[in-house]
């Protein structure tokens, strides 16, 4: 009894000194468990910030259409003919006309008489004239865009040659009576008649450069009945040929697609005339990323008389194929190796196997040259090489060709495209065909060698993927 008795006096004794242990050292005990914590709170906040898990893509088929709205430079045969003497001009013909050979198109008023004449009378519409006039000046004002102020120029010079049009069939009859004056004729070949010189006049698809799509600077000079004009001085041109070109600049990879097509459908926004055009290209010198991409045509150019620069719209079917975000296509450098030095014929790879036999030549621990077996993953393929992982081959490796001593140093590299396809739950990288391009996705190849399939899965960052990194650890 005695025994027990002081067994449970020894504990209580014990646990005595451990709570006034706990009770002296309490503060210091609370701070360790505190910074514990913290720090364990730390390591969590790093393990989510550099977490190697990624985002997913699932791969389906879709379409991409490109914003095909070009501002256009329209070239036509234009031929500059100038003013005979000093004096007031009298146009003749109306703005947009044809002229025949031997059609007086201007007169030139030298003594001042139909100036006189015109300044007391002004020009006379008729009633018929005035209505039309006024017609177009209410389509104006109804499709008026506060945005498009150069509209506003366009619209001065509409009324200016419909003005000049309107009354040029009465002015010969006036003329009558007012004394001999110098005039000017279509020539030989004639041509539609445009009272306006802007310098362009001349010019052709072999003189294009960058500085002809400014339109900042750009700068019409238009001439009507009553303005005075000196001798020699540019005052209309006659555009002798139906046809001309609308000029575009685009980047040369989507200039060579549009190449590719022959004729392209073109829709002339501001006119609302659709036309087919024949492509051709011409390179930007000094931009060799950009090219003009010209589109020929041979009819309805009268429509454009007044247009040096307008909007137009390609007509372009949308590309379709496997769509996938520009965010996941990434570039990797790969050796490149012949054929003839894989054990396995080309049949492995048609029947879908992704990887070759090669022979690589190795050095035993006593120096003696020996050949190891080695599987190697194939990406692509040309009609001669295989590119083949970088990773279990290095620069300088030797390889063997098979029932031959014949050797191949590992050194000669290329760079596919693609994305990084994890379905097998690591990254593997798979080469993309690209057939088309936005700002934000990319229309590739389906059912490709080595390449994707509609319900793969890649990864979306190409920056956050590691070769043969596992993702769902």
Sequence with gaps: MAKKKNKKSAAGALWRRRSAYIEKNGGRFLAIVIAVFLFYLMVLFFQVLHDSRVTSYMVRKGSLTQDNVYRALLLRDEEVVKAPASGTLICLAGEGEHSGAGTEIIAIDETGSYSAKLQSEG????????????????????????KEFRTN?????SINSSMLRLSAAGVRDELEGLGNMKTVRGGSKGGYIVYAIDG?????????????????????????????????????KLVRSDTWQAVIVTDTENAE???????????????????????????????PDKSFCIFTFNSSMPNFLSDRYTEIEISDEPTSGLKIPNSAIADKVFFTVPKEYAISGNDAVSDGDDTMTFLKQVYLENGEASVLSLDISIYSETEDCYFVD???????????KPDSNKQFVVRDTDTLRGVYNINKGYARFYKVNIRDQNSEYTIIEDNTVYGLREYDYIILD????????????
Excluded: W
Aim: proline share 1%; net charge negative; hydrophobic share 35%.
């Design 153 to 157: 120029y366009d619209f001065v010079h």
């Design 257 to 287: 697609r549009l190449k590719d097509e022959v004729y392209v459908g073109i829709k002339f926004k501001e006119r609302d005339i659709n036309l087919n055009g024949r492509v051709s290209v011409s390179a930007c010198e000094g931009s």
């Design 390 to 400: 970088n990773t279990q081959l290095k620069f300088g490796d030797v390889l063997i």
């Design 200 to 236: 362009f006049e001349g010019k052709g698809i072999n003189d294009l450069n960058m500085s002809m799509f400014d339109e900042s600077g750009y700068v019409k000079s238009q001439f009507m009945t009553g303005d005075m004009v000196d001798k020699d001085h540019d005052v209309f």
């Design 123 to 146: 020009i006379n519409l008729d009633k018929n004239d005035a209505e039309q006039i006024k017609n177009y000046i209410d389509t104006f004002s109804q499709s008026f865009d506060p």
């Design 462 to 473: 190409a920056d956050s993927a590691v070769d043969d990194e596992f993702i769902y650890e």
